[in-house]
């Protein structure tokens, strides 16, 4: 009941993580609002699931954060200037993250039609993210933000996939997912650092 | 003793003993190819029964799994497939030493090969999508190397792969109750244009093709070609799962249309960018897509027509595929430290000072478009007379795709023999890669000069695809 109540401020703070992310090039912020993106997924998704089951998602994706973190942390430090945004491109952003939010609204009603079972709150939030995810992934080539535009989409579609399915391999699988996904985003962010083995 | 532990967790082991001798170069490929070829003959001769003698020892096998509440079952159905895959793999580890990709080739190799074969297992077949997502994701380091920044290709191949994941799962879960028939014809359309979707960027379907001629020129030829020739098996295989079990798909003629206007469209983009290509690596790229159009066009004949003989066209396509792949990987990698790139104009006069390795290349592009002679032909031949007798003007665009890549393995001959261009880097081919380019070559004429007797090899593999029929 109390998750419940607290649904809509979960699906507007998805949607202000996901605008983050899609702005900042401060890497702090955009780890951190990447942990608060995924407790709010695990929130959604404890609407269809048992608590402890999905914690899975937020302890997977709280791990990714560091993983992510911990390679970011060891990168030189203009790294952050390099991928400085200009206020047009915040301004464009910021714009481009409001229409995929209004789509995401538009778009729930119907998702909700499609699956019984899915809450507008999980739709709404689950749209959200697929949109902010997909809008990121098109608007950059760095490999952080292309990591973090997977992640987002794949969060999404996990709040979908708790609704229709509960099997525990899949829920360890796409743990492992994420857990890949932020390895292989650490490897592509150190590895131009790294020096060819002879 | 069971078939997953043999040929899903036992590689996995090898792959984790592979890391420890990593240093090592020949021995681990000698390693992984003796393991490989071991998991290919057991998946041959070991008789899919209840027990297994061995001498005084009775054992029981059991050809499921249970695993986290869902199934890993290979059974003798599957068989051909693994003999395939390890097969492949097999031949893959041996050159290891001659191409010298990164160290990391032969664990990740090994790794990525069980998740295919638990791909092939999973039950629901469904699930198979995530293990392959698993295995791409496994695959990164082979074909971004430290040092060097990812590239575009890198990226887009994850991006692609990862995002075609979610549409497949979701389509499945739509899918569920319509054993039977479509049901509800809004949602049915909905499924399948989210499967098409999804299956549209796991195999790089145009538009989402881009990713593999950039992959193609980002990274190192041999894990790169590893990658083009096993994941669209695995992908094609886990897409015959959604035929095998959703009757109602594999029946309507929309599928049918569908998958040959895909192939066609995929064999005449590539053509015409192999054509008018100034690279070498992208126009791998592009024949590799050539070839997952082929596939595609294979596969709506099996579903289509005459089940039998197209089934056995499918399966005698990935041999030809296979050698061909395997000759222009292993002739790229030794040319790689050789060449400044693999523009085409930079490698004028390459036929001269590396005639092997150049002819190698050329023959096997040829094959790759279905040039007469070779390998490639008399499965390519098949494809178009059997497109041809349901739409004509498909076949034409067809060959006229073929015609493209032919084109642009002609420029690519004109160049090569052309004036000297290249670096004085002098120190002749390795004796052993001529020796391991020339069975190749030779594989690919005796084929396609006898492609009966290779048909009756690949008609033996008896449970492979069977409810096409």
Known sequence: ???????????????????????????RFSVVSLALQYCCVFIMVAFSWPIETAAVKLVAGLIACVVLGLALFNLPKDYTHQNRLATSEIIFRVIAAILAGLFALTGATKLVELFAEISIEQAYGALILVTLGLLQ?????????VVVGLLTVLSGFGVIQAVVESSILITGLLAVITLSLSIVGAYLLTSPTLEEAK | ????????????????VLLIIIRWRTLSSIVAAITALILAALAAWLPAQEQIVIWRWVIPFSESFLFFGRQLELTAADRPTLVVLYFTVALWFVGVPLARPTRLFLPLGMAIVALFAAAIAVEPFLFAAVLIL?????????????????GRGVLRYLTFQTLGMPFVLISGFFFTGFEGGPGDPVI????????????????????????????????????????????????????????????????????????????????????????VEGNLSRMLGFAVLLDIGYSLLAISLAIGTDPVNY????????????????????????????????????????????????????????????????AGFPFKLGIIEGISSQAPVISIWVILGSFGLIIGTIRLL????????????????????????????????????????????????????????
Not at chain 2, 1 to 16: D, E, H, K, R
Not at chain 2, 134 to 150: D, E, M, R
Not at chain 2, 229 to 255: H, K
């Open chain 2, 311 to 374: 089934r056995l066209i499918f399966l005698s396509g990935l041999l030809p595929r296979g050698i061909s792949l395997g000759i222009l990987a292993l002739a790229m990698s030794s040319l790689n430290r050789r060449v400044s790139s693999f523009g085409i104009y930079d490698l004028r006069g390459l036929g001269k000072i590396f005639p092997g390795t150049s002819t190698s290349i050329i023959i096997a592009l040829f094959c790759l478009a279905g040039l007469p002679l070779l």
């Open chain 1, 137 to 145: 992934l098109g608007l950059t080539e760095q490999p952080l933000r």
């Open chain 2, 414 to 469: 004109i160049s090569m023999v052309s004036s000297e261009n290249v670096s004085d880097d002098r120190k002749p081919e390795s004796r052993l890669l001529i020796v391991f380019l020339l069975v190749g070559v030779g594989l690919l004429f005796l084929i396609g000069l006898f492609p009966n007797i290779f048909l009756q090899l690949i008609s033996k593999f008896p449970g492979a695809f069977t409810s096409l029929g």
């Open chain 2, 188 to 275: 049915a359309a909905i499924a399948i244009a989210l499967l098409a979707i999804g299956f549209a960027l796991l195999l790089g379907v145009f538009p989402f093709h881009t990713w593999i001629p950039m992959l193609a020129e980002d990274s190192h030829p041999y894990p790169a070609v590893f990658i083009f020739l096993l994941l669209p098996i695995a992908v094609l295989l886990f897409g015959l799962g959604f035929l095998d079990n959703y009757v109602w798909i594999r029946e309507d003629p929309n599928t049918l249309l569908l998958l040959q206007l895909i192939g066609a469209l995929m064999v005449v983009i590539a053509g015409v960018w192999a054509a």
């Open chain 2, 134 to 150: 698993i295995a791409v994701l496994l695959s990164i380091p082979l074909v971004s190397f430290p040092g060097k920044a990812a």
């Open chain 1, 1 to 27: 009941m109390m998750i419940e109540l607290i649904s809509i401020p979960v699906v507007i703070l998805t949607f202000l993580t996901g605008t983050i992310l899609l702005v900042s090039w401060e890497w």
């Open chain 2, 1 to 16: 003793m069971n078939s997953a532990f043999i040929w899903i967790l036992f590689p996995v082991i090898v792959a984790g």
